[in-house]
């Protein structure tokens, strides 16, 4: 079964330090993987995604993700956090589900808090 | 500009009441979804539609229902049966397709409170 996991549930960094969010997921082929952004009382906004090719992939807001097959891992990266990053990151998977739909399997998310 | 309304921002509920909770999207997508979301628990899915008057239950659909009258609008209705309903409720549409490659789009959800 699909499943994905974001060991962190809480990270603090400094302003203009760098950031990385951990992912791994579980998947019997190739991934689909998205990250979303989610501000507090807020929808969920699409960061960046990867579907094939290049295993670095570019999103918004500064944002890069790399995808590594071996490791089953879809990190999200950041070189340097601003304070308006401070938000819950969600990583999520796309699976099949009772046929062909577009299902998303979401981790549990990681709570970002930035030190000025 | 496109995207998603979900209404109202805050509902509260009483015991025994059922409510519904309103999806708008305005993307022309065919596929549309409902989450709840938890603290710690992330995004668990209720029910989705992935074209007009047919739709499917989710992981939790158990207590809720939904209508997919027209293309645009994805309705869910908390029942009483629904015995812990106080949380935050997110819609999402999509491009529907065969792949699971299509990204979901969020509105901004409404979060239900027990009166």
């Known amino acids: 079964a699909q499943s994905v996991t974001q060991p962190d549930i809480h990270i603090t960094v400094s302003e203009g330090a760098s950031l990385e969010l951990r992912c791994n997921y579980s998947y019997g082929a190739t991934p689909y993987l998205f990250w979303y952004v989610q501000s507090p009382g807020q929808g969920l906004q699409l960061l960046l995604k990867?579907?094939?090719?290049?295993?670095l992939v570019q999103g918004i807001k500064g944002f890069e993700a790399e995808f590594k097959r071996s490791q089953s891992s879809f990190n999200l990266r950041k070189p340097s956090v601003h304070w308006s990053d401070a938000a819950e990151y969600f990583c999520?998977?796309?699976?099949?589900?009772?046929?062909?739909?577009?299902?998303?399997?979401f981790g549990t998310g990681t709570l970002l808090a930035v030190q000025p | 500009d496109g995207g998603i309304t979900q209404s109202p921002k805050y509902l509260f509920r009483k015991e025994g009441q059922n409510v519904t909770l309103s999806c708008e999207q305005n993307l022309n997508h065919d596929a549309m979804y409902w989450y709840r979301q938890d603290p710690g628990q992330g995004l668990r899915l209720i029910y989705y539609?992935?074209?007009?008057?047919?739709?499917q239950k989710g992981d939790i659909a158990e207590g809720y229902s939904v209508s997919r009258e027209k293309k645009e609008s994805f309705p869910l209705t908390v029942t009483s049966a629904q015995k812990n309903p106080t949380a935050f409720y997110l819609c999402?549409?999509?491009?529907?397709?065969?792949?699971?490659?299509?990204?979901?789009?969020f509105g901004d959800g409404t979060r239900l409170s027990i009166l």
């Open positions: 999402a549409s999509s491009i529907a397709g065969h792949g699971h490659d299509q990204p979901q789009h």
């Open positions: 539609s992935q074209i007009v008057n047919d739709f």
């Open positions: 999520a998977v796309g699976g099949r589900y009772g046929g062909a739909t577009n299902k998303l399997i």
């Open positions: 990867y579907f094939s090719g290049d295993t």
